[in-house]
């Protein structure tokens, strides 16, 4: 995804934090990056909606924790909601594996911390910008090892949905486990690209966006086991 506005104009950020401080520092991590212009910051979840309406921007970077009814992943969740066009970085003093895996479910594009570094935002928003995810290889491990414990002796099979095949399914499952493309493909003994075809297929048949969404979704449908 690149910027909607005109060729090499920058990307236009809003802010969701209710910390002034650091409001402040991701202000300074788009400042001193080129190509990054913060368009808005405040400090609560209602204000913000109304913000990612108005304004349209390219990026959020949104705080989870905030005053108010409407909080950090009420307002992931309806910016996917309403289909707005705008690529999501959380970062969070709220780390753990629980939090992360609601925060991917709900479509965030990257995750990161507070302790993280000015130029660590800077280049997840570069990133963001570019249309990559901003997610450690461990992270998202850590998020399908919390979807197991959640779906462990739940699953539910849906009549009608429509079956992956059985190569996908043997894809799938080494999803599951947080093995790369790569790591995938050497298993299987097929090219990065057919498994990322493969991947591909997968999310249309699944109706999701990652990785995370597929396992979880697949696990639900009892389509692999993740115990």
Known sequence: MTSPGPPGSPARVLIIEDH????????LACEEAAGLEVVADVGDGESGLEACRSLRPDLLVLDLSLPGAVQG?????????EGLPIRILV?????????LFESIRAGVDGFLEKTAAVTDISDALRRLAAGERVFTEAQERAAIAELGRIVRGARKASPGERDLTPRETEILAYLSLGLPVKQVA????????????????????????????AVSRAASLGLIDIG
Do not use: F, M
């Open 73 to 81: 992943l009420d307002v992931a969740r309806q910016v996917r909601a």
């Open 20 to 27: 002034a401080v650091i409001r402040g520092v991701i202000r």
């Open 186 to 213: 050497t298993r299987l003994g097929l090219s990065p690209r057919t498994v990322e075809t493969h991947i591909a297929n997968i999310y249309k048949k699944l109706d999701v966006a990652n990785r995370v969404q």
């Open 91 to 99: 970062l969070t003093g709220r780390a753990d594996d629980r939090v």
